[in-house]
């Protein structure tokens, strides 16, 4: 049985092709056709399981969005001195990058 995997953007992929959900496409009216009659299936998307790297690439991202919480012209609250120290001491703080729990 041939097996279609779902994507993280909501297309199937088989066998190195793509395949996107448009109505208009041959690829995927063959898809649905497979499916229906039973000799094909989709799996769901499973994510990759996290990285560090991964963790640490949005962690720098949470941190340049709240920069402006620091900037020379205003006083940080302790909430907010508080939450850029918990992303920044995240790496030190979990063992794994599955156990993370964002601030």
């Given at each position: 049985m041939?097996?279609?995997q ?9 066998d ?8 208009d496409n ?5 898809l649905?056709?497979?499916?229906a009659?039973?000799?094909a ?5 499973v994510p990759?399981?996290?990285t560090w790297d991964?963790?640490?690439a ?12 620091a900037?020379q012209d205003?006083?940080?609250?302790q ?8 992303l920044?001491?995240i790496?030190q703080?979990?063992?794994?990058p599955?156990?993370?729990?964002w601030?």
């Amino acid at each position: 049985m041939k097996q279609y995997q779902l994507t993280k953007g909501g297309s199937y992929q088989i066998d190195n092709m793509s395949i996107p959900p448009d109505p208009d496409n041959t690829d995927y009216a063959r898809l649905l056709t497979e499916v229906a009659a039973g000799t094909a299936e989709i799996a769901e998307y499973v994510p990759p399981p996290p990285t560090w790297d991964g963790v640490r690439a949005e962690r720098n991202a949470k941190l340049v969005a709240s920069d402006w919480m620091a900037t020379q012209d205003r006083t940080m609250t302790q909430a907010e001195k508080a939450y850029r120290q918990a992303l920044r001491d995240i790496p030190q703080t979990f063992g794994s990058p599955a156990e993370v729990v964002w601030p």
